[in-house]
């Protein structure tokens, strides 16, 4: 089943997950292809984003962003293709990324996409990933949050992930010593090989504490942290004095269905935060940095030019498979940015 | 018993507390007065600070500072008049500020003290709350950490503390709404009458909860953490996005002997910081903002001198009754910045 070029697949919130989403959860829907209003763009879906922060959408508990209501189409960044367009800023064929759902069409204000560019133009998925969303968030949270210094040493788990990859590679330009934390051997070998870490410990393995301790002799001046969980057990007692904790999410608590029983850590974690002197705070990207977007994609497209950063991709094929796939990327079962490829034209 | 000409009093940590300190962790002993080395001064103790810190200097466990080893002087910062000086800086007479412990007599490194200036000149206590280490505590902590803007809400607890009461100060010269909460309706009562805080609550009576959010209707912007416990949950809740917490003590943890059992809420802190993009930060005064004091200083004593901030002691007779003095501190039995008044000459 692929797209068409009259009918709009498109998935949609069946029912709010409790727990780890299901196949359940999603519904695959066909209707018409929409029509544009003044001012507006029918979109074709040509790459789909798949990202850990959807996992908060799918629930109505309180977020920083409005659930996915039942029946709704799930929300997601993606790659299109401009089909037709009723404003002067676009035309048919252009390429453009936006906020635009898991479908293959969709009809988007001119004003809430971008065109395409650089690096962007002939590897469009890029857009999101490296030069995209995840790109963005990696550098504004380690930089201006985590504000690391040469000789520092940082550390990131779901290194060979879009956002952990470009922490450590983004800390490596900056001269510090990085520590990545993946899921298996294979992913940790990449971090080292492929992205430039100076170690990376998988977490799978046993005696991460112990692992981590020894790999930061020196102890941990950042921890971006996009995990939580056992990780970030394992991290708090090497946070040096006025160590940084950008918190950009916690995907190891996002299936979570509530706490768990044993000792109340709270107090511990503040205790820490005033023994230590940490900052730790959190950031949604485009609310708290969207106005740095310019000075991000300038940078960005420089280093990725000059072969300063790589990235890696896992791409599924057919929109049909994103709900199979997202409920993997929440188990760490992708290797590099989960990307879907919804057309297989014009690509 | 007071103070000697001849001999020096001095209180030693006579073993470490389990929980809260008792009487028998504290042992008054009597020894010469120490004689000044090229540099030093003899010092002779006017008025001993009693600040919530020294209760972690009692204890071994890992701190920022290293703790008063058993048989030691207890630390604290005192106001002393010069004896003897071996520094062409000082003469006898001239009154100073360090960190010359819980004794009768010290001596110090000329560098290591500072004149009383300003207003402390007549009224020298002051050099140990408003013009000293609590109010530039409160200054620095609400004013770079907080970073309080008009017409925000600000929280604070132990309001009638010397911390709290500046910093519900300050914040109200910046144009905040300030809820202060205290232990007991008399504390109550003076934050809102004598420091100007918009309301008080009471932290004993029942469902702190439910009126600190009646209390604040429009969410809490800012909340200076200086107890921790059951005002830090009721706070968590009603924390707005982009709410900052300075951590400057956690006053209701200091005599805790573990973790409480129950649901572990490390989590539900690092999720809420994520989802509210808090940001919570813990500091030392001195070591992080010693270089600038100045600047705390001008301004504090302008308003000060303009009648803009008040504040309230809480004085004890004698260096013999600190430690009971000290245990109550904990307590939260002190109305007002808790100072012992040494000796009775030239005061």
Redo the contacts between chains.
């Keep these: 089943m692929s797209q068409s070029q009259s009918v709009n697949r498109r998935i949609v919130l069946a029912s709010r997950p409790h727990g780890a989403p299901t196949a359940d959860n999603f519904r695959l829907e066909k209707q018409d292809i929409p029509t544009a209003q003044a001012g507006q763009l029918v979109l074709r879906t040509l790459f789909l984003s798949l990202d850990p922060y959807m996992r908060g959408r799918m629930s109505d508990a309180?977020?920083?962003a409005a659930p996915v209501q039942i029946g709704e189409v799930m929300t997601g960044g993606a790659v299109s293709q401009v089909v037709s367009s009723n404003s002067p800023e676009f035309k048919p064929g252009d390429r453009v990324v936006g906020s635009t759902g898991w479908q293959d069409y969709a009809v988007a204000d001119a004003k809430a996409v971008k065109k395409l560019e650089g690096a962007a133009l002939k590897h469009p998925s890029l857009a999101l990933g490296v030069l995209g969303m995840p790109g963005f968030t990696a550098f504004m949270g380690l930089l201006d949050i985590g504000q690391p210094q040469a000789g520092e040493t940082v550390v990131v788990a779901a290194a060979t992930g879009p956002v952990g990859s470009l922490v450590g590679q983004i800390a490596k330009i900056k001269g510090c010593k990085v520590i990545g934390i993946a899921g298996g051997a294979e992913k940790c070998h990449y971090a080292v090989e492929h992205f430039g870490f100076d170690q990376c410990l998988d977490h799978r393995a046993a005696d991460l504490d112990k692992r981590l301790k020894e790999a930061c002799p020196d102890g941990i001046d950042v921890y971006f942290?996009n995990v939580?969980?056992a990780v970030?057990d394992a991290v708090l007692p090497l946070l040096n004095?006025?160590a940084r904790i950008p918190?950009?999410?916690?995907v190891s608590?996002y299936n979570?269905t509530?706490?768990?029983?044993?000792?109340?850590?709270?107090?511990?974690?503040?205790?820490t935060?005033?023994?230590?002197?940490?900052?730790?705070?959190?950031?949604?990207i485009f609310?708290?940095y969207g106005h740095r977007y310019p000075e991000f994609a300038k940078q960005m497209s420089e280093w990725f030019e000059a072969g300063k950063v790589k990235f890696r991709e896992d791409i599924v094929d057919g929109l049909e498979n994103a709900p199979q796939a997202f409920i993997g990327l929440l188990e760490g079962k992708n290797f590099g940015k989960l990307v879907v490829k919804v057309s297989h034209e014009n690509n």
């Design positions: 309180p977020s920083y942290e939580g969980g970030f004095t006025k918190v950009c999410g916690l608590q979570a509530g706490l768990q029983e044993g000792q109340d850590r709270l107090s511990l974690l503040a205790s935060i005033l023994r230590k002197r940490l900052r730790m705070q959190g950031f949604i609310d708290d």
